[in-house]
């Protein structure tokens, strides 16, 4: 037969209660670093599909230089600094033109014209596939 004296019940429930605040404080810890990592401000698989026209006209412009800026957060520094991948394309016979990221926060466009015309674009993504017009003055 075990008996116990009140001052070691005590002891054994402080050392429980310890034990048991430790484990679920480290089980909320790593809840919310999972939480926390799984946040992202970049969009993932983005695509843009963009059309340039000339304003004097109305009329599409084929073979026009695009430049595409994206912008995405890179997460692996402490500052979340922003990196920028660019890519120049052209514009197709229906002066379209489009572009695919896995992932991306932002984008800027620059849309060149042979004749020295050119026009910006700018837009932060509200999700992962994104239109837009382009119309040069």
């Given at each position: 037969m075990v008996i116990f004296n009140l001052k070691q019940v005590q002891q054994?429930?402080?050392?429980?209660?310890?034990?048991?605040?430790?484990?679920?404080?480290k089980v909320i810890n790593i809840i919310l670093l999972a939480v926390l990592t799984s946040c992202s401000p970049n969009y993932r698989n983005v695509e843009l599909i963009g059309t340039v026209f000339d304003e004097a006209n109305?009329?599409?412009?084929?073979?026009?230089?695009v430049k595409v800026v994206w912008w995405t957060y890179d997460m692996s520094t402490a500052a979340w600094e922003s990196r920028k991948t660019e890519e120049v394309l052209y514009t197709n016979t229906r002066g379209e033109f489009s572009s695919k990221i896995d992932k991306a926060q932002s984008f800027d466009v620059e849309v060149f014209l042979s004749d020295g015309r050119t026009s910006e674009y700018a837009e932060n993504l509200t999700n992962n596939k994104t239109s837009i017009r382009i119309t040069i003055q």
């Open positions: 054994l429930i402080l050392q429980l209660q310890t034990m048991w605040r430790g484990t679920i404080s109305g009329k599409i412009v084929q073979n026009a230089q």
